[in-house]
């Protein structure tokens, strides 16, 4: 059964610091993985996904990468700002079905 | 363009009552799926819809729940004889998705606003 984790749970970084966001997941063998942000109370929003023969994604400040060996994803933050405080959530989706399973997301804050 | 719709975005009911939550996917696309998400968790799959049809259901989805697409447009989810373990956020999503479950290029999910259950 394919779990997914997410380190740390919560973050609490100033303004102006890079960030690196971790999930980890058990099964390898994922068609691809998704990163979310959601707002409190929000449904969520795309922010990146990766194709399982891609290595990283980027859009803006945001860099995702994939390494499937290891079962690792990491998303990285560069000069993190305040209105980039939410919950980060990774999912992967796996081969001949199309549901996402996701891992408990990481509460980020960015202070002034 | 308007992105995924759901209605209504907040309910309140009592236990036992049956309530029914409706989803207006992104236009044209023919893939639609239920989360659901408890505080403090990850969204968990509920079912999806290749139009019409629906493809797949999670063990999460008991006898009291039933979800529809009938013209493969827009969705409901509807909960019968609510229990407060049924309190949540209901999300929905949509893509535009291959033919086959699991098939053709990988496409993102796109969510709605959701649906806030509470029952007392």
């Known amino acids: 059964k394919q779990e997914v984790t997410q380190i740390p749970a919560a973050l609490s970084v100033p303004e102006g610091e890079n960030l690196v966001l971790n999930c980890s997941f058990t099964?390898?063998?994922?068609?691809?993985l998704q990163w979310f942000r959601q707002d409190p109370g929000k449904g969520l929003t795309s922010l990146l996904l990766?194709?399982?023969?891609?290595r990283e994604q980027t859009s803006g400040r945001l860099n995702a990468s994939l390494d499937k060996s290891s079962g690792r994803s990491t998303l990285y933050i560069a000069a993190s700002q305040p209105g980039d405080s939410a919950t980060y959530l990774c999912?992967?989706?796996?081969?001949?079905?199309?549901?996402?399973?996701f891992g408990t997301g990481t509460r980020l804050q960015v202070f002034p | 363009d308007t992105g995924v719709s759901q209605d209504p975005r907040h309910k309140i009911t009592k236990r036992g009552q049956n309530v029914t939550f409706r989803c207006d996917p992104i236009?044209?696309?023919?893939?639609l799926y239920w989360y659901r998400q408890t505080l403090g968790q990850g969204p968990e799959f509920l079912t999806y819809?290749?139009?019409?049809?629906?493809?797949?259901k999670s063990r999460l989805l008991s006898d009291r729940f039933s979800a529809e697409r009938p013209k493969g447009s827009f969705s409901t989810l509807e909960i019968q004889r609510t229990e407060q373990g049924d309190s949540a956020m209901y999300l929905c999503?949509?893509?535009?998705?291959?033919?086959?479950?699991?098939?053709?290029?990988?496409?993102?999910?796109?969510f709605g606003p959701g649906t806030r259950l509470t029952v007392t």
């Open positions: 819809f290749q139009n019409e049809a629906q493809l797949e």
């Open positions: 990766i194709q399982s023969s891609q």
């Open positions: 236009s044209e696309h023919n893939r």
């Open positions: 999503a949509s893509s535009p998705g291959g033919f086959l479950a699991g098939d053709g290029p990988s496409y993102e999910q796109y």
């Open positions: 999912a992967v989706r796996l081969f001949n079905t199309d549901k996402l399973i």
């Open positions: 099964d390898s063998a994922i068609y691809n």
